[in-house]
C-alpha cells in the first residue's frame, strides 16, 4: 500500500479506522490476536552448547587436536595439555564474540517508544507500545519516540529527527499532505513518521500502517538476522594451511614408514619415526601466535581511538580495497555549521566548525573588523532573537539544546560576541509565532529597553523573498524591485550549489503600541536583511586520509541517505569524487538489480538518498566484484551492511547500540582518518603474520629434513621427539611473538591492497620457506654426522650438538624474517622485544643443555666449548648465504 500517495479520509478508509474515535477496544483486541503483538522479532537461537562446540570445526583447531593426539601416544602429556588449553581458550574467545553479536537485536528493540497516546473508543489513553495495532490513531509531540510506522493526518511544526534511518543530520520538517510520487525515498516521506525516530519538534496525530516486523525498523531487523558473517582472509588462509600441514604430516608419516620398512627396520619402530616427524610439521603454537599477534594489534589500534571488537578483522583491514563510508558524522563534523552570510550586496565567509564558539570573518578572503560591520552585526542579532534554541554544556561538552540549524545561527552569533543571554538582557521578546513546516517560517516581536519594537523573521529564502516588499541596501531600506528579486535569487542559487542549507532573515519596525493578533500580519511588508548559508563541514582532517588511502590503492565510497547536491559537494571537497567519477541516487539503485548493480559499481563513488536495502545491495556488487570491503556507519539503517561488510565500522560517540554490535571495529573518535590509521595498523598485522609463518615452517620443514634426510641415508634419528615439541612449543614459539610486535616498513601504505585469494606463500614466500628449511636440515644433519663419527658413535652427544645447531639456526634465521629482501635491509636491533626473545630462548636452550634434572627428560648432555664454534658457525651459514646471494642480485641490478 502507497500510504504517502493517500490523502487522511482515504488512509482510514484503507485501515478501516474512524479518525475521530479511534478503534474500538473490542476491535484492537481481535487485530492484536490477529497480527501478534507490536515487536521486534529474533530468529531462533542455537543453544550456548551448540554455539560452544561450533568453535571446534575450525580446521586449523582440528590440526590442534590431532597434534594433541600424536603427543599424548608419544607419552609427551605436558604437550598435549598445553595443547588443550589453546584450543580451549580459542574455542571460549569465539564463542563470547558470537554471543555479543547477538545483543545487535536486543539494542534494536531498546529504540522501541515504552509507551504510546491512543484514541480508543473515543478517548486519549496511555498503553504500551507492543499494544499498537493497524488502524490505531495515535498522537505525539516533542520528546516523544514514535511507536510504529505511521501515515501523518495532523502535522503542527512537526520535526522528526530520522538520522537513524535516514543518514540526514538534521531533522526532518513533516506534513500531511498526500505525496505524488509512487517510488519515494524514505527520506522524503515527509507525511510519514517511523517506528523508533524521535519528535524533536511540534506535534502531530497519525493512523498506524505498520507494526513489528513490517515496520522501517523491522525490516532492518530482519536484514540484521539475514546478513552473513563474512570469513574473514586471514580465518581462510589458516584454513589453507592447516589443511596443507595435516596433508604434509600423513604423507611423511607414511613415506617414513615405507622406507624404514624397506631398509629392514621395525614396522613400530619406523611408525614411531614418521609420528615424530608429523609433530615437527604441525606449528602447534601457530594458531595462540596469531591470536596474541592479533590481541596486541588491538592494544595499539586502542591508541589510535580504534576498539577492535572481532580479533580477525584487524587483519582484514589489511586487505581493504573498498571502504563504503557514511559521510555524516564521519568525513563531515556532524554539526550544521554557518560558513557563508551575505546582506546589502556583501558576501562574508565565517571560519571555525561546530560548537567552537571562536571565529574569523573574512570578505574576499581578508579579515575583517566586525564591530566596524553594522550590518553583519544587526543581521546575527535578529537571527539570535528570532530562535527557540540554546548552546548549552553538560559534563564539560558543549551541545545544541533544540534545532541543529538554528544552533548554527547561534554559534555564528557568537564569534560576532553576540550570545542569547547578553542579547535577552537588551530585547524582551513580546510576542512569539513558531515555525511551522507549512509557512517555512519563525516570527517573533521584539522590544529593547528604549521601546522601540520590530517583528523579526527567519526562514526559507525563498519564501521570505517572495513575502518582503522592501530589502536593506547599503545602509537604508528600498522597495524590492524586480532587479532585486533577481539579485537575491542569484544568491539563493550559489549557495545551493555549494550544498548551502539556507535561512533568510526579514524584520519591519512597529510602533510603540501596534497591535499584531496573527502570524498572517506579522508576516507581511518586511524588509529582506540577509541571508545564511550553513553546512555539515568536512573535518580537516578526512582530505589527506582520503588521499593516503588512495596512494594505498583503496578507493573511498560515500553512502549517505543526504541530498545528492551536498554529497556531491562534499565529496568534491574531500577529493572523493574524480572528473569522470558517477554519482548515483536512490531510486535509480531501486531499479538494478544486483547484477546489474556490479557491472557498473566500480565506476560510482557517491551513493545518495539510499535506504538500508541499498547499502547492503552496494556491499554484496562489490564484494562480487572481488573487493574486500569495509562499511563505516552510525544509524541503524547502516547494521545489516555493516554486517554483512568483509569489516564493519561502527562510530563510538554518535554511533547506535545496534550499528556498535553489528561492528567488528568501533571508532571512538567517528572520524574516517582513524580508518586510515587502523588499514596502516592491519597490512602490519598481515605483514607481520606472514613473518613468523616465514619463521615457523622454515623451521619446522628443518626439523622434517634433518630427521627425513637421516633415514634415506640409514643413519639413526639425530633429534627425539620431545626435543622437537620442545623446539615447535618454545624455542620457535618466543621469537615468533616478538615477530608479531614488528614495526611496519615504511612503504606500507603505497602499496596495492593484496588481492583476499592471494595465498599464504605468494609473494615468493613459499620458496622462501623451503630452500632457507632445506639449507636449515643440511647444516643440522652436518653438525649431527660431523660430531657423531668424531665421538665415537655417541648418540646422546651428537643429538644434543644437532638440536642446539637448528636452535641456534633459527634464532638467527629469525631476524633475516623482519624484511622480504634481505637481513641487512633493516637495523637488527629495530626490533628489542626481538631482541630480547632471542635471547631468553638461547637461555632456555642452554638450561635444557646443562641443568641436570632437564637433560634426562630432553635427553641431551653438556656440549664442550671447541663444539659450539661449530654449531653457530654451521647455523650462521643459510642466513649469510643467502644474504650474499641477494647483495650479488642488487650490485649486478644496480649496474644495470
Not at 323 to 334: F, V
Request: glycine share 8%; net charge neutral.
Amino acid at each position: 500500500m502507497q500510504w504517502h500517495t493517500l490523502a487522511p479520509n482515504d488512509v482510514a478508509k484503507e485501515a478501516h479506522t474512524d479518525l475521530a474515535k479511534g478503534l474500538t477496544t473490542e476491535e484492537a483486541k481481535k487485530r492484536l490476536k490477529r497480527f501478534g503483538y507490536n515487536e521486534l522479532k529474533e530468529a531462533k537461537k542455537q543453544s550456548a552448547l551448540i554455539v560452544f562446540l561450533n568453535q571446534f570445526r575450525d580446521f586449523m583447531v582440528l590440526v590442534l587436536l590431532a597434534a594433541t593426539i600424536i603427543s599424548g601416544f608419544l607419552g609427551e602429556y605436558v604437550d598435549a595439555i598445553a595443547i588443550i588449553v589453546i584450543v580451549i581458550m580459542n574455542a571460549f574467545l569465539g564463542f563470547f564474540q558470537e554471543r555479543r553479536a547477538e545483543k545487535s537485536l536486543e539494542a534494536l528493540k531498546q529504540l522501541s517508544a515504552p509507551q504510546a497516546t491512543v484514541l480508543r473508543d473515543g478517548e486519549w489513553m496511555k498503553i504500551h507500545s507492543q499494544e499498537l495495532v493497524v488502524g490505531d490513531v495515535i498522537k505525539f509531540t516533542s520528546g516523544d519516540r514514535i511507536g510504529a510506522d505511521v501515515r501523518l493526518i495532523d502535522a503542527k511544526g512537526l520535526e522528526i529527527e530520522e538520522s537513524a534511518l535516514t543518514g540526514e543530520s538534521v531533522p526532518t520538517a513533516k506534513l500531511a499532505t498526500p505525496l505524488a510520487n509512487e517510488n519515494t525515498a524514505i527520506g522524503d516521506l515527509h507525511n510519514m513518521a517511523f517506528m523508533g525516530t524521535l519528535v524533536t519538534r511540534g506535534s502531530g496525530v497519525g493512523v498506524v500502517i505498520a507494526t513489528g516486523m513490517k515496520t522501517a525498523m523491522g525490516q532492518i531487523a530482519n536484514l540484521l538476522q539475514e546478513a552473513e558473517t563474512v570469513t574473514t582472509p586471514l580465518q581462510r588462509k589458516l584454513e589453507q594451511l592447516g589443511k596443507i600441514l595435516i596433508i604434509v604430516a600423513l604423507l611423511l608419516t607414511v613415506l617414513v614408514v615405507i622406507v624404514g620398512v624397506i631398509q629392514g627396520h621395525e614396522l613400530y619402530e619406523m611408525f614411531l619415526a614418521g609420528v615424530s616427524l608429523a609433530v615437527a610439521a604441525i606449528p602447534e603454537g601457530l594458531p595462540a601466535i596469531v591470536t596474541i599477534a592479533l590481541a596486541l594489534g588491538v592494544q595499539r589500534m586502542i591508541k589510535k581511538n580504534a576498539i577492535v571488537r572481532k580479533l580477525p578483522a584487524v587483519e582484514t583491514l589489511g586487505c581493504a580495497s573498498v571502504i563504503c563510508s557514511d559521510k555524516t558524522g564521519t568525513m563531515t563534523e556532524n554539526m550544521m555549521t554557518v560558513t557563508n552570510i551575505w546582506a546589502s550586496g556583501r558576501m562574508w565567509t565565517v571560519s571555525g566548525t561546530g560548537l567552537e564558539l571562536k571565529g574569523e570573518f573574512y570578505e574576499n578572503e581578508r579579515p575583517i573588523n566586525i564591530k566596524k560591520e553594522a550590518v553583519l552585526q544587526q543581521l546575527l542579532t535578529f537571527s539570535v532573537l528570532c530562535n527557540s534554541s540554546q548552546i548549552k554544556e553538560k559534563e564539560h561538552r558543549r551541545y545544541i539544546d533544540g534545532d541543529p540549524t538554528e544552533g548554527a545561527l547561534l554559534v555564528a552569533a557568537a564569534k560576532a560576541g553576540l550570545t542569547k543571554a547578553q542579547l535577552e538582557s537588551e530585547f524582551t521578546v513580546e510576542q512569539e509565532f513558531p515555525f511551522d513546516s507549512e509557512r517555512k517560517m519563525m516570527t517573533v516581536i521584539v522590544k529593547d529597553k528604549s521601546g522601540r519594537r520590530w517583528i523579526i523573521t527567519k526562514g526559507a529564502p525563498d519564501v521570505l523573498l517572495e513575502i518582503s516588499g522592501h530589502i536593506w541596501w547599503n545602509g537604508r531600506t528600498q522597495p524590492m524591485t524586480a532587479d532585486w528579486r533577481k539579485t537575491v535569487q542569484h544568491v539563493i542559487h550559489a549557495m545551493a550549489g555549494k550544498a548551502l542549507r539556507t535561512i533568510a532573515v526579514a524584520y519591519r519596525p512597529l510602533t510603540a503600541k501596534e497591535p499584531i493578533p496573527s502570524e498572517k500580519e506579522a508576516e507581511k511588508g518586511l524588509t529582506l536583511m540577509g541571508i545564511q548559508g550553513m553546512i555539515d563541514p568536512p573535518r580537516p582532517e578526512v582530505k589527506k586520509a582520503v588521499q593516503q588511502c588512495k596512494e594505498a590503492g583503496i578507493k573511498t565510497v560515500m553512502i549517505t541517505g543526504d541530498h545528492l547536491l551536498t554529497a556531491k559537494a562534499i565529496a568534491k571537497q574531500l577529493g572523493i569524487l574524480p572528473p569522470k567519477g558517477k554519482i548515483m541516487d536512490g531510486p535509480t539503485l531501486s531499479r538494478l538489480s544486483v547484477d546489474e548493480l556490479e557491472e557498473v559499481v566500480d565506476d560510482i563513488y557517491v551513493f545518495a538518498r539510499v535506504s538500508p536495502e541499498h547499502k547492503l545491495k552496494i556491499v554484496k556488487a562489490l564484494q562480487r566484484r572481488g573487493h574486500v570491503v569495509a562499511m563505516t556507519g552510525d544509524g541503524v539503517n547502516d547494521a545489516p551492511a555493516i554486517k554483512a561488510a568483509d569489516i564493519g565500522v561502527a562510530m563510538g560517540k554518535s554511533g547506535t547500540d545496534v550499528a556498535k554490535e553489528a561492528a567488528s571495529l568501533v571508532l571512538l573518535d567517528d572520524n574516517f582518518a582513524t580508518i586510515q590509521s587502523a588499514i596502516h595498523e592491519g597490512r602490519n598485522i598481515y605483514e607481520n603474520i606472514r613473518k613468523f609463518i616465514r619463521y615457523l615452517l622454515a623451521s619446522n620443514v628443518g626439523e622434517i629434513l634433518v630427521m627425513l634426510f637421516a633415514m634415506l641415508l640409514a643413519l639413526p634419528l639425530p633429534l627425539v621427539p620431545i626435543q622437537i615439541l620442545w623446539v615447535n612449543l618454545v624455542t620457535d614459539g618466543l621469537p615468533a611473538m616478538a615477530l608479531g610486535l614488528d614495526r611496519a616498513e615504511e612503504n606500507v601504505m603505497r602499496r596495492r591492497p593484496r588481492h583476499p585469494k592471494e595465498g599464504v606463500f605468494s609473494r615468493g614466500l613459499g620458496w622462501k620457506i623451503v630452500s632457507r628449511g632445506v639449507i636449515i636440515g643440511i647444516v643440522t644433519l652436518a653438525a649431527f654426522m660431523t660430531v657423531y663419527e668424531r665421538s665415537g658413535n655417541n648418540l646422546a652427544y651428537a643429538q644434543t650438538v644437532a638440536f642446539a645447531t637448528l636452535v641456534m639456526a633459527q634464532l638467527i634465521h629469525v631476524f633475516d624474517c623482519r624484511c622480504e629482501r634481505s637481513i641487512f635491509d633493516r637495523n637488527p636491533l629495530g626490533n628489542m622485544y626481538l631482541v630480547w626473545a632471542v635471547l631468553l630462548s638461547l637461555l632456555l636452550v642452554l638450561v635444557v643443555i646443562y641443568y641436570p634434572p632437564l637433560q634426562r627428560v630432553f635427553h641431551t648432555v653438556s656440549v664442550e666449548l671447541l663444539d659450539w664454534i661449530l654449531i653457530v658457525g654451521l647455523a650462521a651459514l643459510p642466513t649469510f648465504l643467502f644474504a650474499g646471494s641477494f647483495l650479488t642480485r642488487k650490485s649486478r641490478t644496480n649496474m644495470l
